[in-house]
Nanobody, 124 residues
Framework: QVQLVESGGGLVQAGGSLRLSCAAS????????MGWFRQAPGKEREFVATISPSGGSTVYTDSVKGRFTISRDNAKNTVYLQMNSLKPEDTAVYYC?????????????????WGRGTQVTVSS
């Protein structure tokens, strides 16, 4: 089972930027799609972005397109989420997810391993 540790969350003003990191250990990182999800208070956890095992393909939810960028460094076993032009509605706990099935191009909502999450708060 993979272990995932997120970092980089915090408090930022609207329009600001944050970069989240997720360090993975416990298996061959480069064989698995990775993703970021978020959960705001009182809401269900929602998909944010995913990246293929090689890093060549990415998918984003519509609300973050053009503002967020997912990337990965397979040599460092780390996936990133660069978040720019942050809005108050981006406030949530952000979770890193790792697909449990190797070589799939994108991550699904289920069948994942999860990190503990990192809080992102955007003030207006």
């Amino acid at each position: 089972q993979v272990q995932l540790v997120e970092s980089g969350g915090g408090l930022v003003q609207a329009g600001g930027s944050l970069r989240l990191s997720c360090a993975a250990s416990g298996r061959t990182f480069s064989s698995y799609a990775m993703g970021w999800f978020r959960q705001a208070p009182g809401k269900e956890r929602e998909f944010v972005a995913t990246i293929s095992p090689s890093g060549g393909s990415t998918v984003y939810t519509d609300s973050v397109k053009g503002r967020f960028t997912i990337s990965r460094d397979n040599a460092k076993n780390t996936v990133y989420l660069q978040m720019n032009s942050l809005k108050p509605e981006d406030t949530a706990v952000y979770y890193c997810a790792a697909d449990r099935t190797p070589f799939r191009p994108i991550i699904a909502r289920d069948n994942n391993d999860w990190g503990r999450g990192t809080q992102v708060t955007v003030s207006s």
